[in-house]
Every structure is written in C-alpha cells, then in structure tokens.
C-alpha cells in the first residue's frame, strides 16, 4: 500500500498562491492515478483535480484555470498549484492514490489551508 504525505498548505491572502505537494512511498508510483481532494467545514470532501498515470488531468469547475496538477514519477511526487485562491478555498486538502488495476485508495492525513485577509 502506498504511504501519502502533504505539506505546503497554510494561510495565503485572497489573490495569493500556494503550491501543495504530496510525496508518495511503498510502492511503485507510476502505477497510481493521483488526486487531491479537499473538506471545508460541515462539507463533503470533493475532488478538487486528479491526474492519471499518463497525465491526463481533470479539474473540478470551481478550480478551472486557476489551480494545475502535476506529478513527477521519478520523484513519487505529485503537486498542486493554485493561484488566484479565495475563501471558499479554505478546507483541509487531501491527496489520494487509486491504483489503476485494483481500485485500491489510500489518503494522505490532509493540509490544511486558509485563504483570509
């Protein structure tokens, strides 16, 4: 089973950046498609962008354009830009790895992060 670990969340004001990453062990990495995820208070956690193992990559609407996905098989990482972020972005993000075969999800314990003036 593959073992998730985030980092880079924190507080950003409306209008700014953050660039999340999640490093991947346990496994053969390329064999996962990825995802991020995200829970704002009292909400269901949503997919918020995902990318297969060939890079194709799908964004949830409310992040079109403004946040990107990427992985980097040689270094078991997967990332997650995002700009232009405003309040409702705040939540705690999560990546995920799903195993393109078996189905199998694991999570990482979630980052969280803040977007207030």
């Known amino acids: 089973q593959v073992q998730l670990v985030e980092s880079g969340g924190g507080l950003v004001q409306p209008g700014g950046s953050l660039r999340l990453s999640c490093a991947a062990s346990?496994?053969?990495?390329?064999?996962?498609?990825m995802g991020w995820y995200r829970q704002a208070p009292g909400k269901q956690r949503e997919l918020v962008a995902a990318?297969?193992?060939?890079?194709?990559?799908n964004y949830a609407d409310s992040v079109q354009g403004r946040f990107t996905i990427s992985r980097d098989n040689a270094k078991n990482m997967v990332y997650l830009e995002m700009n232009s972020l405003n309040a409702d972005d705040t939540a705690v993000y999560y990546c995920?790895?799903?195993?393109?075969?078996?189905?199998?999800?694991?999570w990482g314990q979630g980052t969280q992060v803040t977007v207030s003036s």
């Open positions: 995920n790895a799903e195993h393109f075969v078996t189905r199998e999800s694991s």
């Open positions: 346990g496994t053969i990495f390329s064999i996962y498609n």
């Open positions: 990318i297969t193992r060939g890079g194709r990559t």
